[in-house]
């Protein structure tokens, strides 16, 4: 839905890249997404030297979100590459389209005119040609740049990031029977990567790297406010300070924001305006994701960590 | 060849010196040496230093090594025979004081090779010597822990040698094959439209396969200390061999060295290591050091099928606490966990101390490491195909 209605808007209509770190602020924060300094100083960095901005950090501390609204926010569309072990040229650039290939080779076969070196050339054109998102990213066919969001870049193997170099350091890519092609502006591009491994310094190299950290209370709370405007603002702030709490105990998979914002909702629609032991403990799931996690917040502890967040908030 | 007599000669020699020192230098390289010492001439001593480093030299990183080795030999040409008595057993002093500021490697190149004599009082090496067992031979079942140093240095050599090739699986990713069971359509297509339209016999594609990452853990407490140095030679050739391996060591805490042992001068490599870890010939404290290890490398050196190895003895001063739980949890987060433990040389082991019982369960292999042989055995039990499912239904 979003990528038709983005790709309606012409090219005069196309908002400006910001031109300091404050309006990159002022962007971020007229779509919800509210940033700390250095984050915006990166993306600002990316958007006016035109260089991939990569994004490394915990599961759920909103990178993939930066793509989304960077592409709201500049009204272009977004183009999204999820990555997955194996993910080869086929998925990921462009395939052909063997069918159509093959029933225009059968018709021209019937028309009885098959000329060897015609009927390649006219076989491989971009008629027959399926995109894939960098395809669609460095040639997009609504001629408006997008912004091409590479996600989880850790989940695929070597090879691809070793393909992603050409791409990244000269927006273009090559289809041997059509030749190369050059993105005429160059896509906006995020890459996240949880560090599930460690991407190659070739790739790190050529874009502008931020670790994105989990927010402070303050930033929380703001996050909180905007995305869950139905939570109280007693409970959100109570909500805020248990999971900060929470992030400093030992924990195999502390808690991201996207959690914290689960579990606002999920108190919501319990119609809690207050947190207690038992809620905490009910309502655990949204926030933990590793059994033994769980396992540690013993009821003592929960009503430790609760007792301790209302009186910060006091 | 217009370099005659002694300078020719010493070229040669030098040249030598240099390959033992790990430089690749082949016997063409002897020729250019010649041939440049011929352009430029003996007058200068720089220009000749240059004239050798151009042809000798083929990366940064092996330069400091040159210039070192050029500066020991050709400061005085009799230097080497120097050395050689040097070396005399009685006479000690110099030897050392020349080692000490040079890479190893390079200090021993420079040495030449040294008498086999057996050491006075050390009954083990004449009772092999009594054997008539090759020396080789000898070497690969010596334990570590006894080995003179001379034995030491021979088995560094053999122990760059020795490849882990790990048991290659499949992974999603294609490749062009005869055999494979998956029609290549844009190959089939493009040869039938070389073709003129005309059929052509179907190309296939099946899946490719590549060995998993390897993760290796070392235990470098004091118990360990002997065993630790010598593998670490063994861990630096494999680190460099091949992609995605990741080596940590641990004793009190846990420090991730596989930046340092990247380094492709192993003597470098080696001190670069000694450097980061700090808890060298310590105490161990296992379950602690695993613990942090799941907490914050597991999920990002252990994907795609890892196989770790564990090398420690198992003896631990907190007695297994907690480490039941985390080899648990490590053993689940990989794919096979085999646990390489030099105690297992005395055949009357006995899985007694806590360590050792709270992580037998939990490791697919168990396996000595404190010889040649052993490691040989270990690349050959790696190299097979392997699932855990068959292990765990043999142990239930």
Same mark, same amino acid.
């Given at each position: 839905m979003k990528r038709t209605a983005c790709r309606a808007v012409s090219r005069t209509m196309q908002p400006t890249i910001p031109d300091s770190v404050d309006a990159t602020l002022d962007l971020l924060e007229a779509n919800d997404y509210v940033a700390e300094r250095r984050l915006a100083t990166a993306v600002f960095l990316a958007l006016k030297l035109s260089r991939p901005l990569f994004l490394e950090g915990e599961?759920?501390?909103?990178k993939t979100e930066i793509g989304k609204v960077l592409a709201a926010g500049l009204s272009r569309p977004l183009v999204r590459l999820q990555c997955y072990e194996g993910l080869d040229t086929a998925a990921a650039v462009y395939e052909w389209n063997y069918p159509r290939q093959m029933i225009e080779i059968r018709l021209a076969e019937a028309a009885g005119d098959i000329a060897r070196s015609e009927l390649s050339h006219d076989i491989f054109t971009t008629r027959f040609l399926l995109r894939r998102p960098l395809l669609e990213a460095l040639a997009p066919e609504g001629g408006v740049a997008p912004v091409l969001l590479i996600d989880e %870049?850790?989940?695929?193997?070597e090879p691809f990031e070793a393909y992603l170099l050409e791409v990244l350091s000269d927006y273009q890519v090559t289809i041997p029977e059509l030749g190369t092609l050059r993105a005429q502006t160059p896509p906006v591009v995020v890459i996240t990567s949880n560090r599930t491994r460690e991407i190659h310094d070739a790739i790190k190299r050529r874009c502008l790297y931020h670790w994105v950290d989990y927010p402070d209370a303050a930033r929380e709370l703001a996050i909180v406010a905007r995305k869950c405007p139905a939570a109280s603002s007693s409970l959100a702030r109570e909500v805020v300070a248990f999971t900060q709490r929470l992030r400093t %105990?030992? %924990?195999?998979k502390a808690p991201g924001i996207a959690e914290t914002l689960d579990w606002a909702e999920a108190l919501v629609a319990l119609d809690r305006i207050t947190l207690d032991p038992q809620t905490v403990a009910d309502t655990l799931g949204a926030l933990l994701k590793y059994q033994d996690d769980v396992q540690a917040i013993t009821p003592d502890v929960a009503a430790r960590l609760v007792r301790e967040a209302k009186a910060e908030i006091a | 060849m217009a370099v005659a007599g002694h300078l020719g000669e010493n070229v040669l020699y030098f040249v030598r010196v240099l390959r033992a020192a790990g430089l690749p230098l082949g016997p063409a390289k002897v020729i250019d040496a010649l041939a440049a010492v011929d352009a430029v001439g003996v007058a200068n001593r720089t220009d000749f230093r240059e004239a050798l480093a151009a042809v000798?030299?083929?990366?940064?990183?092996?330069l400091p090594i040159f210039e070192q080795a050029f500066e020991l030999f050709w400061r005085n040409p009799r230097l080497l025979e120097k050395m050689m008595a040097a070396l005399?057993?009685?006479?000690?002093?110099r030897a050392d004081d020349v080692a000490d500021d040079l890479p190893a490697r390079l200090a021993q190149a420079m040495l030449p090779p040294p008498v086999t004599t057996i050491p006075e009082g050390n009954e083990e090496t004449e009772l092999d010597a009594a054997f008539s067992f090759s020396a080789r031979e000898v070497l690969q079942r010596k334990d570590f822990a006894t080995m003179s140093t001379q034995e030491l240095a021979e088995v560094k050599a053999l122990l760059r040698t020795i490849h882990l090739p790990l048991a290659a699986r499949p992974v999603r990713r294609s490749v062009a094959s005869p055999r494979g069971h998956a029609i290549d359509l844009r190959t089939t297509l493009r040869e039938s439209v070389g073709a003129g339209g005309a059929l052509t016999p179907l190309a296939y594609r099946t899946r490719r396969r590549r060995p998993p990452p390897l993760c290796v853990l070392v235990d470098v407490s004091g118990s360990m200390d002997r065993y630790a140095r010598m593998l670490l030679h063994f861990l630096h050739a494999i680190t460099n061999d091949r992609h995605r391996v990741h080596v940590l060591t641990f004793g009190t805490r846990l420090t991730n060295i596989t930046r340092h042992l990247r380094h492709r001068d192993v003597d470098l490599a080696l001190a670069r290591v000694a450097d980061a870890?700090?808890?060298?010939?310590g105490g161990t404290r296992i379950g602690a050091c695993l613990s942090e290890f799941n907490h914050k490398w597991s999920r990002r050196l252990l994907g795609q099928n890892a196989v770790v190895l564990l090398i420690s003895d198992g003896l631990d001063a907190d007695a297994g606490d907690g480490l039941a739980f985390e080899a648990e949890r490590l053993a689940k987060s990989c794919a096979r966990l085999v646990w390489l433990n030099p105690l297992l040389r005395y055949s009357g082991f006995e899985a007694r101390p806590a360590g050792i019982r709270a992580l037998l369960p939990h490791v697919d292999d168990f396996m000595p490491v404190h010889n040649l042989e052993t490691l040989t055995d270990l690349a050959h039990a790696l190299a097979k195909p392997w699932r855990r499912e068959a292990t765990l239904a043999r142990a239930a």
């Open positions: 599961a759920g501390v909103g %870049l850790d989940r695929t193997d %105990l030992d %924990l195999f | 000798l030299v083929s990366r940064r990183e092996q005399l057993p009685k006479v000690h002093g870890v700090e808890d060298w010939a």
